[in-house]
């Protein structure tokens, strides 16, 4: 099956290229930004050597989906999807900051409680959890920083954020109310789904006009995590794993060879059977979140197609 990892496009009146973890980002000098999601996986922030098929367009069509199914609660940058893989927006200037919403100790949270520590971005964690269990105080705000290229992303409090001028306090408070309030819309989606909506993160920019708003991809399996809600509770009770659908058996998959996304580590190879079972993966949420049988794109040519549409688009 064919991926794209890479692309290198020429478009009329492109004025910049920027190569995310999972994103290019062509910008037009009239302001349009056009985001073509590659078939790339990142974990631990290092990019694995080899695409997943499929993966590029399964983000685009949930996060567009996703947008469309909040656009009421907070404007978006999304104008138009005119490939499987491509979004067109309006180009906005991102906050450095994400924002990561908890409603289960799991992940990363799981893993810092582990260890021991019992604040997280400036949040106190309560005593006495266990991993996958639901906050008490349930949703928490974990914010982090939104790293260069190549750095991890950091925890940071919100305190710190407004007294190191990353964003005023006026700006966090509004995107802190978009997050709560984006959360218990994706939390409802997901329930109807028969699925729970673990953590997540969100976001947001302004536009030239200073309006804020969300950017990005959301509710997605690189930006979410889901639990399984059918036997979530007896799981617990037993101390059992939860079946969950995210990018965290892949992660799990890394440390159990020894990888953690240290400087100086090589990611390990992937295998062929290993690369498909992340596919199905990754197939398996779409047609759960999304309530439909997945349609896999043309994949003959896939840099062909996406380019053509973009330029159909353009024209």
């Not at 919403?101 to 990363?108: D, V």
């Not at 991890?152 to 109310?177: A, N, T």
Request: net charge neutral; aromatic share 10%; glycine share 6%.
């Amino acid at each position: 099956m064919n991926t794209i990892t890479k692309t290198n496009f020429k478009f009329p009146k492109q004025k910049s290229v920027y190569r995310g973890k999972v994103r290019d980002i062509y910008t037009l000098k009239d302001n349009t930004l056009i985001m073509i999601a590659t078939d790339r996986i990142s974990a631990f922030d290092v990019v694995l050597p080899k695409g997943i098929p499929y993966k590029g367009q399964i983000l685009n069509q949930i996060a567009t989906r996703a947008l469309q199914e909040t656009e009421d609660i907070v404007p978006n940058w999304l104008i138009a999807t005119p490939d499987p893989n491509v979004s067109i927006g309006q180009l906005c200037e991102p906050f450095k900051v994400e924002m990561v919403i908890r409603g289960y100790l799991a992940g990363h949270a799981a893993r810092v409680y582990k260890d021991g520590k019992r604040i997280l971005a400036g949040v106190p964690l309560p005593e006495g959890l266990q991993e996958n269990d639901l906050f008490p105080q349930h949703p928490i705000i974990t914010p982090s920083t939104k790293a260069e290229n190549g750095l991890h992303d950091e925890d940071i409090s919100r305190e710190d954020l407004i007294r190191k001028g990353i964003i005023s306090e006026k700006d966090y408070s509004q995107i802190e109310k978009y997050t709560y309030a984006l959360f218990a819309r994706g939390t409802e989606i997901a329930k109807k789904k028969g699925l729970l909506l673990v953590d997540t993160k969100y976001e947001f920019g302004k536009t030239a006009d200073g309006t804020i708003v969300l950017i990005d991809e959301i509710h997605t399996p690189d930006s979410s995590r889901y639990f399984y809600a059918e036997g979530y509770e007896e799981r617990q009770e037993n101390g059992e794993p939860q079946k969950q659908l995210s990018k965290e058996f892949v992660r799990q998959w890394l440390l159990s060879q020894g990888f953690h996304g240290k400087k100086g580590q090589k990611a390990p190879e992937m295998s062929d059977t290993f690369v498909a079972s992340v596919s199905d993966r990754y197939i398996e949420l779409y047609e759960r979140i999304m309530g439909e049988r997945f349609l896999p794109a043309d994949t003959s040519d896939i840099e062909y197609r996406i380019h053509e549409n973009i330029m159909n688009y353009l024209r």
